[in-house]
């Protein structure tokens, strides 16, 4: 196991490191640790090699925010070789430096403290090759690699300043100088800005604004014969960045003149003194660089854009539609799953967005991809005059159509409240228990309305029908096969400002009726857990709290569902389980109501964002992102699928054509390279394919996946996808790991009994982490809600993992024990089953449940298990803590602090009862319980299988061979392979083979 190191450049003249690149590049970049500073910078340079004989890039960098990464850009690319890079020159007072691995063994490329050669160190970095190093706008593979029309001359164009990345958060200033000739008899300005602008002309300030609407002002007094200037700042929030203005002038003679933004314009990245005024000499400034016509994405199609610039394409787009009928989506469970139907025949759904949809989706199109999913907020139509405003809808849509005549569309369709909304209804915004502190801003800000609030359900729920009537009434009701009804942090429901623990507002004190304050919502009794009795007042507030959550979802539903008369499906972001942040605020612990809701057709998540994932012993468990990784879900797929919906997986690792450092990261190890993108690419739609869910991908970047191997891998997949409407998805797991989701309205709170980062103790070890060395099984696993067992589970299944159901009341322990008596299952409780319920906390009920004699420790205490010569388990001090004192029980491990046994199993009404007194459990350990178990394991390594009936994919986690056994005789995809039921393959880690049974 690798330990990571921060290494401070203040302690030596240089460092720097030793590498060979696999494949060409032009991006290099370095990763730096946090001194809680966001100040200090150094020179990052790439050499030829340590003896620095020729310099082939390099960059000082100033205040070096922490926990990031500092890129280095090369002007050309450099070709596969061996490098040498080195940061050096630090500036400021503080400390500034980069982190590092430190190795087990020792490595022939060495990293270098000043010059002194460290075999056993590694810095982390990376380098890749973009396609976009260099440019303004990103383009599309299709764009880039054919013949692309020009812009149409006579109309605005959107520009940037000449920089990659696009900075965030930052200001860039515009000028363009033009001259008059004679008196102006009219004259107006047409502007927008993303993401905000303002605008001056003859230095007199003239408008206000932002993306996405374009503001027209009247400027005719302000002109003046010979020479003027329009002069405008333009905000930056987050990439894509532009400005977009045209001056129409009409002089007295009747004659028309246009000035419009394009590559004429002068920018800078500072603000001189009067450089709105005319005699300003920009002469020094940097020319612009155009990001794309006025009708280029993501702008187009949102805002009012369209009603200026009508695109000539977009009612040719809609009047094919006139003559077909109202499209009809639904989910049906047949063959083993819930599968995507539209107008009676099945698809395979595999969907894609992108930040710049009307870019990308000719990629899209081209990969085979027919279904998109737009997004589209209401706030941008929605009207205070009630004269509501569906255009931009409708234009965006169209452009897509022009694209892809086939194209349906899924709509994400924001119920987001518009400012002005807000602003006049104060007393019906969110309330917060802890003051919002200075990083109020993140995760979509605090200012929001309260889920309960009636008036904003009501308000929202008008709009809402007036949309859809609209949609209902226009062409695309033949396109528009369905809505994800979206709101909450990034619309994934999650509540606004959950970590300063909603909801004190009037609205939800009256819907919980009272609202803990925040000392009551932080305090637990019992050290992990709350006490029943005593906080009886708190564990009812979240529940009701989660109820009104998931009633606001099903109120929004319900009026899809009536405005579409059924034809169209709906869904939402829900049933997140799985690493979620702010478990007990999150806003996702009532999953069985949304599941069981008639107006709920499917569910979507992005999967698991976890890297390099370990125990408190140091044990390596998996990683979900990057290569070798699961990718596994955030939610319980075996639920959903039990209850009849559909599961959307959200695709969205970022790929090796990323420059922004923010996101570089996302796709996790080895996604800066071609081949790993690739691998990991493969591997998310092998898995998609395999499990028999749905997914999309989810291009943030834009332009993740605009390269020709990333589109025939997908274009491979929507073949095989073809096939896939004949199988039988039904699982055919034998180990199944169980969650329950009322669990934590019983635990601590998550600021109280925090994992890393804003999840909970259990959340992040008994979750998130255990499911990290569950998927490196080797054998497929079926993730399940207790409240979701039936009976015929327990023949089904050979293994259960009872992960963290700690809540359970006695009719549900009696339940569980008539179930597994006489099955011949293994069953593995974890920590604390059934200890508590509403009557209280009870070592007596975990003793019927599991049929072991458990006894509880009155002290706090590690949470460490020695089991053979292997430690395993929690970090820190913990209670309460159990031991097993039974005499017929197999002593598997005991408390590594001598407290007592802590691992046993024993035989109990015809099933092995096994206890574990602490998470996460080691794969290797899993794979051992698993085969005392009877379960097969299709690999003979730790690897990551994913399988329906007719369908498996394989994920392998290390080098070398393994053998692969299935239960019934398939052939490997793409190959010319026999039917069989063993393969010996050789295999990397990261590789993902697919088999199938057709």
Known sequence: MTQTLAIALNDHPHLGQVFTAGEKFNLLWVSVPSWSDNE?????????????????????FTDIRDNSRVTLILREPAPPGTYYWEVSQRTGSTRVGLYAHRLESDSSQPAYLGDQPDARLRFVFGVQYSPYVGQGRRRSWRSRTRQAAGTKGGLPQWIWYPETPIADNATRFFRRTFEVQRRVRRARVIVTGDDAFTLWLNGREVAKGGQPMLREVDVTRLLRQGRNVLAVSVFNAVAPAGLLLELRLEDTAGRVQRVFSDS??????QESRHWQEVDYDHSRWA??????????????????????????????????????????????????????????????????????????????????????????????????????????????????????????????????????????????????????????GEFGGVRHPSFASQVWRRDTEVVLRHFLRFVERSPLRS???GYQIANGIYGEWHYFGARYLPDTSPPM???????????????????LFRDPTREAEVIRYYQRFHDVCADTILTFAQVVKQETRGRALCGAFYTYLLENLWIQEGGHLAPQKVLASPYI???????????????????????????????????????????????????????????????????????????????????????????????????????????????????????????????????????????????????????????????????????????????????????????????????????????????LRDEQVEKLRRLFARSGATVVWFY????????????????????????????????????????????????PRFVVEDASAEQLGRWKDGSGVAFARKQVDGFTSVYVGTAPVPAEILRWLA??????????????????????????????????????????????SSRQTVFRLKMRAGETVVFIAS
Request: charged fraction near 20%; include cysteine; charge should be negative.
């Open 832 to 879: 604390a089953p059934g200890f508590v319920c509403p009557e209280g906390a009870s070592v007596e009920r975990m003793v019927r449940l599991t049929g072991l004699s458990l006894r509880l420790l009155a002290e706090a205490g590690g949470m460490l298990v020695d089991a053979n010569g292997r430690t395993f388990g929690l970090p820190g001090m913990h209670q």
């Open 287 to 440: 020319q612009a660089v155009v990001q794309g016509d006025v009708f280029a994405g993501p702008w187009y199609g949102t805002g009012n854009i369209a009603q200026y610039y009508p695109h000539p394409r977009l009612q040719s787009a809609l009047e094919p539609l006139k003559r077909e009928p109202p499209v009809r989506a639904e989910v049906r469970v047949e063959r083993g799953a819930p599968r995507l139907f539209i107008n009676g025949k099945e698809v395979f759904p595999l969907l894609a967005w992108s930040n710049d949809l009307i870019e990308f989706a000719p990629d899209f199109t081209d990969a085979g991809i027919d279904i998109f999913h737009p997004h589209y907020n209401l706030a941008d139509g929605w009207r205070e005059d009630g004269k509501h405003d569906w255009s931009g809808f409708t234009n965006l849509l169209s452009h897509l159509l022009g694209i892809n005549p086939k194209a349906y569309f899924l709509v994400r369709l924001g119920l987001f409240a518009p400012e002005w909304w807000k602003a006049k209804h104060p007393q019906d915004l969110i309330g917060y228990a802890l003051e919002p502190d200075d990083r109020q």
């Open 40 to 60: 200090g910078g150094f020179t990052l340079t790439l050499w030829d090699s340590p003896l620095r004989r020729r310099r082939l890039a390099s960059q000082a």
């Open 601 to 807: 057709d499917f569910v979507a998540c992005p999967y698991a964002y976890q890297g390099d994932a370990t125990d408190g012993a140091g044990n390596w468990l998996g990683r979900s992102r990057g290569l070798a990784g699961d990718g596994g879900y955030r939610v319980l797929l075996e639920s959903i699928q039990r209850h009849g919906k559909l599961y959307f997986a959200e695709i969205d690792p970022s790929t090796c054509l990323e420059t922004q450092p923010e996101n570089m990261g996302n796709g996790g190890v080895g996604s800066e390279t071609l081949r790993g993108s690739r691998l990991i690419l493969r591997r998310d739609l092998a898995h998609m394919t395999a499990q028999g869910n749905a997914g999309w991908l989810f291009d943030i970047g834009p332009g993740w996946y605009a390269e020709g191997e990333f589109l025939e891998e997908i274009r491979a997949f929507v073949q095989l996808g073809r096939e896939r409407v004949r199988w039988n998805l039904q699982s055919p797991a034998r180990v199944a790991a169980m969650f329950q989701p009322e669990s934590f309205f019983f635990t601590a709170h998550w600021k109280t009994s925090p994992g890393e980062g804003e999840y909970d103790l259990f959340g992040d070890y008994f979750l998130n982490r255990q499911s990290r060395a569950i998927h490196r099984l080797g054998a497929p696993v079926d993730f399940l809600d207790i409240n979701d067992l039936e009976g015929g589970d327990a023949s089904r299944y050979r293994l259960f993992l009872l992960c963290n159901c700690f809540a």
């Open 479 to 481: 396109r528009v096969i």
């Open 931 to 976: 085969q005392e178990a009877g379960v097969r394991l299709w690999s003979s390594q730790p690897d990551i299988v994913y399988a329906c009936t007719d369908a498996v994919s394989v994920t392998a986690t290390s080098d070398g061979e393994r053998e692969i056994r299935l239960p019934k005789p398939m052939r490997l995809w793409q190959s010319d």
């Open 264 to 269: 004429s314009w002068r920018c800078s990245t």
């Open 509 to 527: 004190q009256r819907a919980c009726g009272g609202v803990p304050d925040a000392k009551a919502r932080m305090h637990a009794s019992l050290g």
